[in-house]
């Protein structure tokens, strides 16, 4: 039983296309978090939001939107893909959002832009 | 400009003696610390925490310690078992504002047999 899942595992496109990357959390978590992991292997927070608000957006591009139907899903939506999008993302939750709440990370999803 | 480092990509211990990871941060801002592992094709799994506080805090064969003066943190593990083999990332937090966790770049421990 999956706590926190994300589909799809691996993602290959091409420039220029729309694709999304969709993440479940089952822990009845109130905050959920995407990261991106880049070639250099830094793991580096994009957004966070606490029950469907956003919390946290870190300066990213506004070709990536962020979308949470309920707090439960926060899907990750990227228009006009760029090579430099290639990396890992990995979604995450915490209880309520708090500097000391452990936060469970999904398995990543592989993004390959060509 | 990486507020928290790692600058040991890779360490190779003998399994039984003590593995040991070092994290350096240059925000003073930053009052918890955490250390995350993560094996290949998964996602990153919260290991052991440290606040401001406390300059030790021990979980079984982990321990954190943290150094403020220095801004270093490091991660013991003893004994080093084979299934410790795994990429440890460091992370640094603010306990006022909202949760936003800044990663090292990890290290990757080797444990051999």
């Known amino acids: 039983d999956t706590a926190v899942s994300q589909t799809p595992k691996y993602l290959v496109t091409q420039m220029g296309n729309d694709k999304s990357i969709k993440c479940e959390q089952n822990?009845?978590?109130?905050?959920m978090y995407w990261y991106k992991q880049d070639s250099k292997k830094f793991l580096k927070i994009m957004f966070s939001?606490?029950?469907?608000?956003?919390?946290i957006n870190e300066t990213v591009p506004n070709r990536f939107s962020p979308k949470s139907p309920d707090k439960a899903h926060l899907n990750l939506h990227i228009n006009s893909l760029e090579l430099g999008d290639s990396a890992v993302y990995f979604c995450?939750?915490?209880?309520?959002?708090?500097?000391?709440?452990?936060?469970?990370f999904g398995p990543g999803t592989r993004l390959t832009v060509l | 400009d990486q507020q928290v480092k790692q600058n040991s990509p890779s360490l190779s211990v003998q399994e039984g003696r003590i593995s040991i990871l070092n994290c350096d941060y240059t925000?003073?801002?930053?009052?918890?610390f955490l250390w995350y592992k993560k094996y290949p094709a998964e996602g990153p799994t919260f290991l052991i925490s440290?606040?401001?506080?406390?300059d030790k805090n021990e979980d079984g064969r982990f321990t954190v310690f943290l150094n403020k003066s220095a801004k270093h943190l490091s991660l013991h593990i003893v004994p080093s078992q084979p299934g410790d083999s795994a990429v440890y990332f460091c992370?640094?937090?603010?306990?006022?504002?909202?949760?936003?966790?800044?990663f090292g770049q990890g290290t990757r421990l080797t444990i051999n047999p």
């Open positions: 995450a939750s915490s209880q309520e959002g708090r500097p000391s709440d452990t936060q469970y």
């Open positions: 822990l009845g978590h109130d905050t």
């Open positions: 939001y606490n029950n469907k608000e956003l919390i």
């Open positions: 925000n003073s801002m930053f009052d918890y």
């Open positions: 440290i606040s401001s506080i406390k």
């Open positions: 992370a640094a937090s603010a306990l006022q504002g909202a949760q936003k966790l800044v």
